[in-house]
């Protein structure tokens, strides 16, 4: 169940182009297919913004 991911720290790799995504994962919307990561670093350097979601098909 998505629910249970809820708060584990998680890294997305999306490739040499976009890079490796890390952080805390907020809301799962299985509807929607996505997934957002809270307080996100990207390629180890904070995020200028709180959260960032991904779509399952952009995994």
Not at 10 to 26: K, R
Request: aromatic letters at 6%.
């Amino acid at each position: 169940m998505a629910t249970d991911r809820l708060c584990s720290l998680v890294w997305i790799n999306c490739g040499e182009t976009l890079g490796v995504y890390q952080g805390e994962v907020s809301p799962v919307d299985e509807s929607s297919q996505t997934i957002s990561l809270s307080q996100p670093l990207h390629n180890g350097v904070k995020c200028p913004v709180p959260k960032v979601t991904f779509r399952y098909n952009c995994l």
